[in-house]
């Protein structure tokens, strides 16, 4: 069974690449690219949130039963 750390990985990774790339791609190669850049910030809060998000996911806090635990 894959540990829920690696899935986190996974899933941050392929978010991450989903968004970063295409908005990259519009930036450099658009004229409007450019005004996309006033939204990069908010996108990497939303980045930053769901890397948050999926550490909390993946190692839960010790008082929070795991599937580890037999339950």
Do not use: C, E
Not at 27 to 37: E, F, Q, S, Y
């Amino acid at each position: 069974m894959i540990s829920r750390p690696a899935i986190a990985v996974v899933i941050g990774l392929l978010v991450a690449l989903a968004v970063i790339a295409p908005l990259a791609w519009l930036i450099n190669t658009r004229d409007w690219g450019v005004a996309l850049m006033l939204l990069v910030p908010f996108i990497v809060y939303g980045l930053i949130r769901l890397a948050r998000a999926l550490a909390h996911w993946a190692n839960p806090p010790p008082d929070m039963p795991s599937r580890d635990d037999g339950f």
